[in-house]
């Protein structure tokens, strides 16, 4: 068979398995919402006569569900049919792609070993002027071992690389690369626009050559390089969002004592050092917002569709494909929303449409009752709501991972969203930065893991053992709290604090590593005495005027940074 026939083949198959693996996961998530319905009956006989009832439609559904199971294993093995058929014994994610080695190369480096070419290739040049071109470096050992064999006899010869890996290129030179060499922006421009005219006259090869950036990554990576592509165009993206999204997506594998925070911003790193994404904003030694250039999201699109990641809602077609179980609507959200989409399953929905901006009770319930009741992901960013409140029926999403609610007009959360048991990450920064109520059932959400609003009354957070970040408190919140059990809380964040307040409980917060303080306009903190105790402190911010400056010097000797403003 054809190379690139098969290829197609083994895409196709790679594609099918995982909307079966998909479908498995859909069909044990309805048996499991189904089987935790509660069923608290009365005993009187009309109440009698609706639990048979209720109990009889129960049958009809688990019926169902064994037929669901019994199409998917005969999907399965059509699959495993198809791959006899055609020929394929392993389906990998980079089948067919790049050269493979000969038998003569194989037999010709059997005869030599790798410090013999070396030799030979230094002996053949010794007496030579020569350029040597190497294009996309990836690895620091194959520079050291080229840079044995080219002999350095000050006689005018040059070597010229490239690399988008920032480690290999400062093995080679640490000075940079071209641009060091310019000086002044006028410069700079010049060979933008030099390099942005041959890349627009040759986009099929500039395609080619990113892809084979792509190429490289992991499995996981490359899920993570993809998903930026769900952004808009040009999209400035905050950078803990996208690593809190990662997480909730199931991007970020589980590692033995690694937490999957941890893992998720080496992905983050290495994203850039690969130069597939770029620094938008940093603040406070860590990086705040991120960016991908055009033509790499492009790539991470085309990627995406080919694999079934996820769909971008597109008006002029007014549907969405069937098999991708993640949405992004960048415009017309209303006509997206009068779909039909209660068969697809949709796992993720993100709202970018500015110019939506009123969502009633009416289709914030349908959005949770009926057409998604299976979403991970629900990003209600800059959308506002009818009321000014969130429709109770939030709580029917019990698989949600992440809530975004930032940028809207919620000035308070319904006991409901007590019932999210799986939300790990709820970011509820309410415009004109005001403040949000948070009700007392949030403290029932032991699997969160980032909580970021701005409240003003005391929640029991003590009871959120998993949670990693906690801002931006707007109360005495460690007053009364015992934040001794809180071992995993690593971030954060209190405003307009007042000098009445207590700071004591913080000394117990080992783990802590980052710290913003930020007292009322005009106001003076409390004694600061309590975050000596915090051993893991890197990053102190205090917003406020300090009584007693002396007591800085007993500040933890494990600060790198510190910010004093308005002191």
Not at 270 to 278: D, F, K, T, V, Y
Request: with cysteine; charged share 25%; aromatic share 8%.
């Amino acid at each position: 068979m054809p190379k690139k026939s098969k290829n197609k083949i083994t895409s196709c198959s790679n594609g099918y398995l995982k909307a079966v693996a998909n479908e498995a996961v859909y069909i044990l998530e309805e048996y499991s919402l189904d089987a935790a319905k509660d069923g608290d009956y009365a005993v009187g006989f009309i109440d009698r006569l609706k639990a048979c009832s209720c109990i009889c439609q129960k049958e009809a559904k688990f019926r169902n569900i064994g037929k669901d199971i019994q199409s998917l294993k005969e999907r399965v093995m059509d699959i495993s049919r198809k791959r006899d058929t055609y020929g394929i014994t392993h389906i990998n994610n980079n089948a067919g792609e790049g050269p493979s080695c000969s038998e003569e190369m194989l037999k010709f480096r059997k005869e030599m070993s790798e410090r013999d070419l070396e030799n030979h290739l230094r002996n053949l040049l010794k007496e030579r002027k020569y350029l040597v071109v190497v294009d996309d470096l990836w690895h620091q050992e194959a520079w050291e071992s080229l840079k044995r064999a080219l002999p350095d006899n000050n006689n005018g010869s040059r070597v010229i690389l490239t690399t988008r890996k920032e480690n290999v290129a400062e093995r080679v030179d640490d000075k940079g690369g071209l641009l060091s060499y310019r000086k002044g922006l006028h410069e700079w421009q010049k060979a933008k626009t030099h390099l942005w005219q041959h890349m627009k006259n040759d986009c099929v090869e500039i395609s080619h050559i990113l892809s084979l950036s792509y190429n490289d990554l992991s499995s996981e990576l490359k899920q993570c390089f993809l998903y930026i592509g769900i952004f808009q165009e040009d999209h400035v993206i905050d950078a803990e969002k996208l690593m809190h999204l990662w997480l909730a997506e199931g991007f970020i594998p589980r590692i033995r004592e690694e937490h999957m925070e941890d893992i998720a911003e080496n992905f983050l790193h290495e994203l850039i050092s690969r130069s597939l994404i770029q620094v938008a904003e940093t603040f406070f030694d860590k990086i705040f917002a991120c960016k991908i250039h055009d033509l790499l999201r492009d790539l991470a699109v085309q990627k995406s569709m080919e694999v079934n990641l996820f769909d971008i809602y597109d008006p002029r077609v007014n549907s969405v494909t069937p098999f991708r179980l993640r949405h992004a609507i960048h415009v017309q959200t209303e006509t997206y929303l009068s779909l039909d989409l209660s068969k697809l399953k949709v796992r993720s929905i993100l709202f970018f449409d500015m110019a939506f901006r009123i969502l009633d009770h009416s289709k914030m319930s349908r959005i949770c009752c009926t057409t998604f009741p299976h979403l991970y992901v629900l990003d209600l960013e800059n959308i506002h709501f009818s009321g000014g409140d969130l429709h109770d029926a939030i709580g029917n999403l019990v698989h949600l991972k992440f809530l975004g609610l930032c940028n809207t007009n919620l000035f308070k959360l319904p006991p409901s969203i007590g019932k999210l048991k799986c939300l790990q990450t709820l970011e509820a920064l309410i415009l004109d930065s005001c403040s949000c109520e948070l009700p007392p059932q949030v403290a029932q959400l032991t699997n969160l893991r980032h909580l970021v609003a701005r409240y003003e009354v005391p929640v029991q957070v003590n009871r959120l053992k998993n949670l990693r970040t906690l801002k931006f408190i707007r109360c005495d919140q460690w007053k009364h709290t015992d934040a001794s059990g809180l071992v995993n809380l690593q971030e954060l964040g209190m405003e307009q604090i007042k000098k009445s307040y207590s700071l004591k409980s913080i000394g117990s917060l080992k783990s802590l590593t980052t710290l913003f303080l930020i007292c009322i306009y005009g106001g003076t903190f409390p004694p600061l005495e309590p975050l000596s105790s915090c051993e893991n402190l890197h990053r102190l911010w205090l917003s406020g005027k300090i009584e007693k400056p002396a007591n800085l010097i007993n500040l933890p000797k494990s600060i790198t940074v510190l910010v004093l403003q308005s002191t």
